[in-house]
Structure formats: structure tokens, C-alpha cells
């Protein structure tokens, strides 16, 4: 098994399916059946039984998987070795976050980083997903986790208070929540558990019991657009909500525990490049008018 073909094998056994893939390598599906039976015919064996939901990994497969990670492993540090020596300010930069931020911070950036570096090309994908940088799926992510990676590279870029907020137009005509009422007759949005564990069973501090959680959602954008269209109240981080008008924040003095945390992460390997440096920067520098 060489490197294209544990690439191959690779994607299929993440992505599942033929299609998703092709996908992920850049490549039709048909392509990708085509070198897959390759591989099971040189190799002599089943890697893969396709059933209702998918390919699943046979036992010799599992096999092969080790292998193929151990070669996958090898191939990205000997790509991030190579880019880690390039001074030029020029190619690509992936960069990952989520949509809120990619708005507010990282677009600001590429603008900064076309003026100034024209030959740098961001590539940007938003996503609330934390991509794997010690597989090159990003050279840069924005997340609102602190890695414990310890190949990974982490400065924390903000750290806002995250409080309470309704639209204009809710409380308006449902009134403000009392404080002990545990949300007695409101309508509130919150993330999906999946999404963040911050949450628990509370807002600000304040039991959710008595409320009716009337959407749950993936994203801060997503919690901050249904909240100013008066779905329901919801926290959201103070820097996001007090620049717009349409919302009211409730009961001020309250803030959730935990704070929202952001830290731009990149792997050691690649820190040196000129072009991530230069994008980097950019991208910290975005963040400075909230400090």
C-alpha cells in the first residue's frame, strides 16, 4: 500500500460512502471505486463491507487502518516540515471557524491580508466541527475551545462576558423574566447539547425549568439572528449583542460562569511560514478594537 492508496482508503472508512470521498479527495466517485477495488485486489483481501448505512471497515481492514494512519501521520509532517521553511507571502491559507467570527473578524482580515499580501490566497471554511491541524484539514482555526493538543500552538485572542439578551419586540409584549421565576412563562433559544458544554441547565445562572425552550440551534449567529427576531431570550456574548439596537439586555448585573474564550490555534510545525504569520497577525489584529 503506498500513500495514494491509503489516502483512498482513508477517506472511505471516515467519510462512509464512495461519494463523500470523492468529496474529500477531490475526485469523482468513480474514480475512488475504481482504486479502492484495486487496492482490495493487490492487497488480496476485503477491506470494506458495504451495508445499508455505509462501508464499514472489515477485521483485516482494521489491520490496514493502523498502517495507513502511521503513513498518513508521516506524510503531514513531512508537508508541514516543508511549508514550515517557506518565507514567502504567497499561496494558500486554510483557515477554520465558526460563521460568527469568520463575520466579524476573519473577513476583516483577508480584506487586511489582500491589501497588504496579494499573492496570499485565504482559503476559509466555517464550520462549528473542529478540524484536525495535525492533518493540514486547516493550517489556522479560530475556536472557542482551548486545544490541549500539545503540538498545537494556541493564543488566546478574546475573552468576552456572555450575558442575557431578548429582542426589543419580545419584551415588548411578553415582559422581562424575574429573577427566581426559573423563566415562568418565556419562550427561550438555545444551543443543541452537541454544541457546547457551557450551557447545563441554565442562563445566567438562572434554572431553565419553568421555561419553554422553543429553539434549539448550532451556531452563535444562528442564537443571535433567532433572539433578534424575538423567538425567545437567550445568552449570548456581550461583544456580538451590544452593538445592535434590537436587543435588550436583561438583568445586567448576571453573566453565565463561563466566559467565551477565543483562541486562534495552528500547528508548531507551521508557525514559522511567512504566509500563516502574516495572516495570523492579521487575524489577531481584527480582534484588538474589542479588547
Sequence with gaps: MNWDDARVFLAVHRAGTLREAAVVLDVDQATVGRRLT???????????LKTSSGYVVTQIGEH???????????????????????????????VTTTDSLAMDFVVPAIRAVRRKYPGICVVLTTSV???????????LAIRTVMPENP????????????????????????GAPAIGSAFEGHDLVVYQPSITSNQGHSLCGESMERGRVVAQVSSSLMLATSIRSGIG????????????D??????????????????????????????????????????DRYR
Excluded at 38 to 48: I, Q
Excluded at 233 to 244: H, K, N, R, S
Excluded at 257 to 279: E, F, G, I, K, M
Design 151 to 174: 503540538d498545537l500552538v494556541r493564543r488566546k485572542l478574546a475573552e468576552w462576558e456572555v450575558g442575557l439578551f431578548a429582542s426589543r419586540e419580545y419584551l415588548e409584549a411578553r
Design 246 to 287: 434590537s436587543l435588550v439586555r436583561i438583568w445586567p448585573d448576571r453573566t453565565r460562569t463561563a466566559p467565551y474564550q477565543v483562541w486562534l490555534v495552528s500547528h508548531t510545525d507551521l508557525n514559522r511560514t511567512a504566509r500563516v504569520r502574516a495572516v495570523t497577525d492579521e487575524i489577531a489584529a481584527s480582534f
Design 64 to 94: 490496514s487502518l493502523q498502517a495507513a494512519e502511521a503513513m498518513e501521520r508521516a506524510a503531514c509532517e513531512f508537508e508541514r516540515r516543508a511549508h514550515g521553511s517557506d518565507d514567502r507571502l504567497e499561496g494558500e491559507v486554510r
Design 233 to 244: 431570550i437567550g445568552e449570548l456574548p456581550v461583544y456580538m449583542a451590544q452593538e445592535d
Design 129 to 139: 466541527q473542529v478540524l484536525n491541524l495535525t492533518r493540514r484539514a486547516a493550517d
Design 38 to 48: 484495486a487496492l482490495e485486489k493487490a492487497l488480496g483481501a476485503k477491506l470494506f
